[in-house]
């Protein structure tokens, strides 16, 4: 076991104006409907139930986009599914070599005397994300996705099999070819200022392969346990919540996580955050900002 | 900004991200083979002894910081492959004690094979030790991964006691750099011969200081030789070239090295590795000069002669292998002496020799695909 501990500051163009929502859950935003943050995904509602988000911070060096899907949502004036649940479909295309070169020389070899490199590929990503409502303002969330590398060339780039947990399982789609997640997440809402969120991650990476060297295989790396379970605790404090208008809302969250062999995080597509996402419930008495 | 983000990320995980060596002496595991092997004589009166840089299982495959290529990590199949090799050697030879350096237990370029454990299963060798120079969860360089690389004593008599003693660290590079680097160590073995007991040392200097580490080293193993108490033999890679000469003597005086000692331009040597952290630092035999006074070598200094012609049955050491070829096209091949066996002054060796090639003491293992070293062995008359 190891413990992650990850400090990170959000910021958030929009407020709530019950508690904060409950980040990353099945919750799309109705039509028009955005938010953005340093360390969040950028992410515009283009309908009531289709919205696109991309993270500023990585989009740049491993460009990528996510769409989401609402398949069950409360509707203004609609029916409420028990529990409040929501029902949201994902699906995300990455390009990381672009990323991934930036990092020769520390995570991966220069390969300066060679032709040897991170090869191109695309990684596709899909995924079905359950939220329902407990209390007043807790939202349990249950996701299960999936990230596939495509090759676009050779590549000589191998896995990491770092004992941080973090990047292990950032690089493990592109470089084991596939890296599946099923988790659980429970967001507890403690006043208007703070929320609490316990996760739990079990991650299935693909194999270790083939090294290649000048385009041939010469022979399989060593295998490792393809699981990688995680646990994440968090929280989401407000600093100021001004009703909507500019970047005036300002957030800080602080998590703490522990992994079997790492601890959470997400492919760059898949780190979602409702900062200004209200739940079901909450968008009811929340602003439309943006 | 890389580093302030790396130990950020570093301080975020409960495992420790290097092992930074931090003791004087102290005692390390022992170890025993699983297999049956047969039994060596009782109270001997001789030792078969091996010394040999196993370049952690990586046979001719050439690494990044050799410039000759730029592998940073061996397939499974590369590394049992090698290893198979080089177990063929030892049985060849067959030694009753055997010091290997670079030996690797789960390090992600070798493989993660435990590498003491495989020498232990494969060959008559029956005990060992493995003294831990350098341990990281993750060397943040050319994405070498996981390490745990070393220097171990096995021995066909018992291990009755096994410790490592702390070398100097090198003190021209960074923190950072300086965390996650090897951290050199003396192996000491105490073996029971039945009737007698006797120590072993597996030593292997740094190669790459522009500090003098190197020679603080080199005189602290000698300081730790001169002080033991039971007869000793001493093995392993020290890095520098026998002092045939001064190498601070001017040219044409009587200690000059030119012409009887090469110090530069070995062929191995690549241009584009100069001014870089791999780049080959100034030889200064003379700081083995010590040994040859006070200790017995496995190679005098009369046998080993005068000249590249005289010394090259001797060499031990080639970066580039026979498969290679340098910029000016000449093919690899042992090209200076770094590697070393030393007893007792007074005390005798017969049958010494370094398994260069095939029909080296008879053997029939390829040795110079096998390693970036060749093994140096003797037979110690035990005083």
Redesign the interface.
């Known amino acids: 076991m190891r413990t992650v501990i990850m400090l990170s500051a959000l910021c958030a163009t929009v407020a709530a104006a019950e508690p904060r929502p409950a980040r990353d859950t099945a919750d799309v935003g109705d039509r028009n409907a955005w938010s953005f943050g340093i360390f969040n995904p950028l992410r515009y509602a283009f309908h009531d139930r289709f919205e696109l988000q991309v993270s500023p911070l990585f989009f740049f060096v491993a460009p990528h986009i996510d769409a989401r899907f609402a398949i069950l949502k409360e509707t203004k004036g609609g029916n409420r599914y028990p529990f409040g649940v929501r029902l949201t479909a994902e699906a995300g295309l990455l390009y990381p070599t672009l990323a991934m070169r930036l990092a020769k020389g520390f995570l991966f070899p220069a390969w300066e005397t060679s032709q040897n490199d991170v090869g191109h590929m695309l990684v596709p990503r899909v995924g079905l994300v359950v939220s329902g409502d407990f209390f007043k303002y807790d939202v349990l969330t249950f996701r299960i996705d999936a990230l596939l590398r495509i090759p676009m060339g050779p590549n000589s780039a191998t896995p990491l099999n770092s004992f941080l947990a973090p990047l292990d399982i950032l690089f493990a789609a592109p470089l084991t070819g596939f890296l599946g997640r099923l988790g659980g997440a429970y967001d507890h809402a403690f006043g208007d200022h703070l929320r609490l969120r316990g996760e739990v991650n079990v991650y299935l990476t693909g194999t270790q392969g083939n090294l290649h060297v000048d385009g041939r295989s010469v022979g399989a790396i060593a295998e490792i346990s393809p699981w990688i379970a995680t646990a994440h605790l968090g929280r989401t404090t407000t600093a100021a919540r001004p009703r909507c208008g500019p970047a005036t809302t300002a957030s800080a969250s602080a998590s703490a996580s522990a992994a079997t062999t790492s601890s959470p995080p997400s492919t760059s597509s898949g780190q979602a955050s409702n900062q200004a996402r209200p739940t079901a419930r909450n968008s009811m008495a929340s602003p439309r900002c943006g | 900004m ?1 580093s302030t983000l790396f130990i950020f ?2 301080l ?4 420790w ?1 290097w092992d930074d060596q931090n003791f004087t002496r102290e005692e390390v595991p022992r170890y025993r083979a699983h297999a049956e092997h047969p039994a060596p004589a009782d109270n001997p009166v001789r030792l078969k002894v091996m010394t040999w840089n196993v370049k952690y299982g990586a046979c001719r495959v050439d690494f ?1 910081f050799d ?12 590394v049992e492959k090698c290893l198979h090799g080089m177990a063929g050697l030892i049985r060849e030879y067959n030694p009753d004690v055997f010091m290997a350096e670079e030996i690797e237990v789960g390090s ?1 370029r070798s ?3 435990d590498m003491v454990r495989f020498f232990l299963e494969n060959t008559d060798l029956r005990y060992a030790m493995y003294g831990e120079t350098w341990d990281a ?2 060397v ?4 070498v ?2 390490i745990d690389l070393g220097n171990a004593i096995f021995s066909r008599y018992p291990i009755v006691k096994a410790e490592r003693i702390k070398q100097d660290d090198r003190t021209d590079q960074d923190g950072i750099t300086r965390a996650f680097y090897i951290h050199r160590a003396i192996s000491r073995a105490e073996i029971d011969l039945g009737d007698r007991r006797v120590a072993a040392f597996a030593v292997h200097t740094e190669a790459y200081d522009f500090d003098g580490t190197k020679q603080k080293q080199i005189k602290q193993i000698h300081d730790v030789l001169q002080e033991e108490a039971l007869p000793w033999v001493a093995g392993g890679d020290w890095n520098e070239l026998p002092p045939v000469c001064d190498e601070s003597a001017e040219p044409g005086s009587p200690d000059s090295c030119e012409g009887r000692l090469r110090l530069s331009e070995f062929l191995d040597e690549r241009a ?1 590795a100069k001014g870089t952290a791999y780049e080959q630092p100034p030889y200064t035999p003379s700081v083995l000069k010590p040994y040859y006074d006070d200790f017995t070598p496995s190679i005098p200094l009369a046998r080993y002669g005068e000249g590249d012609d005289a010394q090259r049955p001797y060499f031990t050491h080639s970066v580039l292998g026979p498969d290679s070829v340098n910029d000016e096209g000449v093919a690899g091949w042992w090209n200076r002496t770094l590697d070393y066996l030393f007893i007792r002054r007074g005390e005798s060796w017969t049958d010494a020799d370094v398994l260069q090639e095939p029909g080296r003491l008879g053997i029939t293992s390829d040795a110079p695909r096998l390693s970036d070293h060749a093994a140096v062995v003797g037979t110690w008359e035990l005083p």
């Not at chain 2, 975020?12 to 495992?15: A, K, P, T």
Request: aromatic content about 14%; glycine content about 12%.
């Open positions: 890389r990320l570093v975020s995980g409960c495992e991200a990044w410039f000759w290529g730029d592998r940073t990590q061996l397939a499974q199949p590369e992600k493989a993660y094979i969860s993750y943040p360089s050319e994405g991964g996981r584009s």
